[in-house]
Nanobody, 112 residues
């Protein structure tokens, strides 16, 4: 089970940190991923982090603004989002290694 938290309403230029806590899986067996789905759009990969955190990669439009990290002792992944833009508005979901393990999603709304 994956449980996201930390979403909300934020003004443009603001920051949010999302968390994805996992239960019942061997966390270090998986690269972990953040996806987002805006209204009327397909879900896209925002970024991912390798099992021990040594490597990350990001969607081009979020590079330099978003940072993915993980705490393997807490079985938790994070998404630090800075300088948020209205186009970042979406439901953000986490996924374990491209498998069928998904969280329920958390809404992020960027609006003044």
């Amino acid at each position: 089970q994956l449980v996201e938290s930390g979403g909300g309403l934020v003004q443009p230029g603001g920051s949010l940190t999302l968390s994805c806590e996992t239960f019942g899986l061997t966390f270090v067996d998986y690269d972990m991923r953040w996806y987002r789905q805006a209204p009327g759009m397909t879900r896209i990969l925002v970024g991912r982090i390798s099992p021990f955190g040594s490597g990350t990669d990001y969607l081009e439009s979020v590079k330099g603004r978003f940072t993915i990290s993980r705490d393997n002792a807490k079985n938790t992944m994070y998404l630090q989002m800075n300088n948020l833009r209205p186009e970042d508005t979406a439901v953000y979901s986490c996924n374990a290694g491209g498998t069928g393990y998904w969280g329920q999603g958390t809404q992020v709304t960027v609006s003044s």
